[in-house]
């Protein structure tokens, strides 16, 4: 393997999953991940509303024909009605997975509590902390205290092992201050973990390191070994720790989402009965014609606030499972050409 080999496989390649690369960058991550979901279905009403009025000032849309309007109307109750059957559809996924039988909440409590004794023994620690973005930090340093350690045991190897590892070593090293300083900038809760993890590419990491123990078994010292032994094991438990936080996280945002579209369900409602109602006499619509297009505008927009509720929470929790949907060493982000180690069948005999 040679030096430029090495220095692509072991640095290029690793996902900088968030990273703020300029002002569309910035915000293209606000909208998917990092934007309060609120906010974001604000967002989008507004800009429907300011398309909406742009496009009647000129002259492309029109709301003096009562049948359209009527039509419209119709519509968006139909649309609303099947979004809270949608709505009705999530809950149940999410009670399906609440309501279980005494032998396996005792088998998923029995996991979680094993789950935290693992972190507290990799830290060294009596107990770890119920926050998740602090149990992040504890795994995080326990990646890095395990890299520092294996790229001091090879000090005494070889040239080309000791250069391959401390190459390794300082981008895992670099990956887990980036990541720690984004849990100390932000407040402690479930989401900023899931934010931070999805940011840290521990899959690849894993794949490189079990790469190396195969590879030079035979060159590292039984220390060496030893080290990168308890580095994977680290990596391992960082995978856990980003599963469990994702599990939790996406069962309270889809809990939260439905209550937030059972609020907005009932104005949208109304506000599509309304805009029918307005066009519905005889004689034409009672309101001025000067402010019935803005009012039938406004009446819209009310109307699609749970569709932008939608749009907002699936972005992010759409987002948040492509992101993380490696599992261990198996990397189906990766395209195949982005820097494989050159193996064949049966190299080792």
Not at 47 to 59: G, H, K, N, P, Q
Not at 100 to 111: M, P
Not at 165 to 178: G, H, W
Request: hydrophobic share 45%; with cysteine; net charge negative.
């Amino acid at each position: 393997m040679s030096s430029s080999e090495t220095d692509e496989t072991l640095e290029s390649y690793g996902a900088d999953v968030g990273t703020q690369g300029g002002v569309l960058t910035g915000f293209r991550e606000w909208v998917m991940i990092q934007g309060s979901r609120i906010a974001v279905a604000a967002v989008l009403l507004l800009v429907i509303s300011v398309l909406l009025v742009a496009s009647y000032e000129l002259d492309l849309l029109g709301f003096a024909n009562p049948n359209s309007v009527t039509r419209v109307a119709s519509g968006m109750i139909a649309g609303t009605f099947s979004l809270v059957t949608l709505v009705v559809s999530v809950n149940q996924l999410i009670l399906s997975q609440e309501f279980t039988s005494a032998g396996k909440a005792r088998d998923r409590l029995d996991g979680v509590v094993e789950f935290r004794q693992d972190v507290a023994e990799e830290a060294g620690i009596p107990a770890s902390p119920a926050a998740p973005t602090r149990v992040l930090e504890l795994v995080i340093e326990s990646i890095r205290h395990d890299a520092i350690a294996f790229a001091d045991a090879v000090d005494d190897h070889d040239d080309e092992t000791r250069e391959i590892v401390t190459k390794f070593t300082n981008s895992v090293q670099e990956r887990a201050d980036r990541i720690d300083d984004t849990l100390e900038e932000t407040s402690f809760g479930t989401f900023t973990a899931v934010s931070a993890a999805i940011n840290y590419d521990e899959a690849w990491q894993l794949y490189v390191a079990t790469h190396l123990h195969g590879e030079y078994a035979d060159s590292l010292s039984s220390d060496a070994s030893e080290r990168l032994e308890e580095l994977i094991g680290s990596l391992k438990l960082f995978n856990v720790a980003r599963e469990h936080f994702k599990t939790t996280y996406l069962q309270r945002e889809l809990t939260r989402f439905s209550q937030l579209t059972i609020y907005c369900g009932v104005p949208s409602i109304l506000s599509a009965i309304v805009l029918g109602l307005l066009y519905a006499d005889v004689t034409g619509p009672s309101v001025n014609v000067v402010v019935l297009p803005y009012l039938a505008i406004v009446l819209i927009v009310v109307g699609l606030s749970p569709l932008a509720l939608l749009v907002s929470y699936i972005l992010r929790t759409a987002t948040v499972t492509r992101r993380t949907s490696s599992v261990g060493p198996m990397i189906p982000q990766k395209d195949p050409e982005q820097g494989p180690f050159d193996v064949v069948y049966g190299e080792d005999q």
